[in-house]
T-cell receptor, first 112, second 110 residues
Framework: DADVTQTPRNRITKTGKRIMLECSQTKGHDRMYWYRQDPGLGLRLIYYSFDVKDINKGEISDGYSVSRQAQAKFSLSLESAIPNQTALYFC???????????FGPGTRLTVT | AQRVTQPEKLLSVFKGAPVELKCNYSYSGSPELFWYVQYSRQRLQLLLRHISRESIKGFTADLNKGETSFHLKKPFAQEEDSAMYYCALSALFGNTPLVFGKGTRLSVIA
């Protein structure tokens, strides 16, 4: 589903570096989410936004920040990357009232 | 608070055998339950939601409010069913994000 895209798809970075992951959608959805996926831990919510002026912390927001630049764009930043932030990161969108989320293809981030 | 429990991290079955992926939830209000699936190297996608009562790829799931369960079932497993399955819960009429379980990896053995 090319309606939700993520860049980059893969990234290797060093400890202490700042990195930004970007998510764009053409579905016209107001709600957007950032998750990380780790083996055995499933999907964990980092941040979410119900509209352009709304930002909320999720289960594991420490060490992360987000920016909702427009309805279609939601970026995730790691201010100072650390190795335990190595994971697969997913962006998702949801139409208000639909309860169904559409996921991007994921960004595989490795912090060395 | 909403919680979703998937007690099995890994479930292995033989091709043609029945499959049941367990999901239990904790929520005092009216829940909307979902199953999402992630095939190898693909993004997560919705498999089914209880409110639509559809059968997708031969899978069904019934919401049992008495047992607070939403188990995913298929009578005859196929190799292409091998994937990661996530159960998720949303609060109907609420304004909170979807809550996911930790997932169950289904492996169908030929």
């Amino acid at each position: 589903d090319a309606d939700v895209t993520q860049t980059p798809r893969n990234r290797i970075t060093k400890t202490g570096k700042r990195i930004m992951l970007e998510c764009s959608q053409t579905k016209g959805h107001d709600r957007m989410y950032w998750y990380r996926q780790d083996p055995g831990l499933g999907l964990r919510l980092i941040y979410y936004s119900f509209d352009v002026k709304d930002i909320n912390k999720g289960e594991i927001s420490d060490g992360y920040s987000v920016s909702r630049q427009a309805q279609a764009k939601f970026s995730l930043s790691l201010e100072s990357a650390i190795p335990n932030q190595t994971a697969l990161y997913f962006c998702a969108t949801e139409g208000t009232g639909s309860y169904e989320q559409y996921f991007g293809p994921g960004t595989r981030l490795t912090v060395t | 608070a909403q919680r979703v429990t998937q007690p099995e991290k890994l479930l292995s079955v033989f091709k043609g055998a029945p499959v049941e992926l367990k999901c239990n939830y904790s929520y005092s209000g009216s829940p909307e339950l979902f199953w999402y699936v992630q095939y190898s190297r693909q993004r997560l996608q919705l498999l089914l939601r209880h409110i639509s009562r559809e059968s997708i790829k031969g899978f069904t799931a019934d919401l049992n409010k008495g047992e607070t369960s939403f188990h995913l079932k298929k009578p005859f497993a196929q190799e292409e069913d091998s994937a990661m399955y996530y159960c998720a819960l949303s609060a109907l009429f609420g304004n909170t994000p979807l809550v996911f379980g930790k997932g169950t990896r289904l492996s169908v053995i030929a």
